[in-house]
């Protein structure tokens, strides 16, 4: 019997300015339009969300409060690890169809507050403002 190998499934998250969510929204994430060095989706695990908030902020000089956080489904294959624990890229387009929620990271800070670090997302693709 043979083993037929099974791709996982993650959820992680991207930090973006907000600006791009109609974009985001439409398109999904794409690898293209990347800023850095290297042309990839940047994801990060739940814990490094406040991480990240800060790496974009600096990068993009905007207060934390005009990000954006987009929860995303994406197979673990398409994965390659960076050398910051929690942090993920991804080369591949991230479809609009494999975006769990996109929320203002405002928002999710009162969440976070609210549910004890338990976040609660629905699976519909509405912008919390």
């Not at 994430?29 to 290297?38: E, I, M, W």
């Not at 929690?86 to 991230?94: D, I, L, R, S």
């Not at 976070?112 to 519909?124: H, P, S």
Request: contains cysteine; glycine residues 6%.
């Amino acid at each position: 019997m043979s083993r037929i190998p099974v791709d996982r499934t993650m959820y992680l998250y991207h930090v973006t300015p907000m600006n791009n969510w109609m974009s985001i929204g439409l398109q999904g994430l794409l690898p293209d339009l990347s800023t850095g060095a290297r042309s990839a989706v940047w994801l990060v695990s739940r814990h490094k969300i406040e991480w990240a908030a800060r790496h974009v902020s600096e990068k993009t000089g905007l207060p934390v409060d005009e990000l954006i956080v987009v929860r995303v489904r994406v197979r673990r294959s398409w994965l390659r690890r960076n050398k910051v624990r929690g942090a993920w890229y991804c080369c591949h387009k991230v479809s609009v169809g494999r975006i769990e929620r996109i929320c203002a990271y405002r928002g999710l800070r009162h969440m976070m507050a609210r549910y004890g670090m338990k976040l609660r997302f629905l699976r519909n693709r509405s912008i919390g403002l």
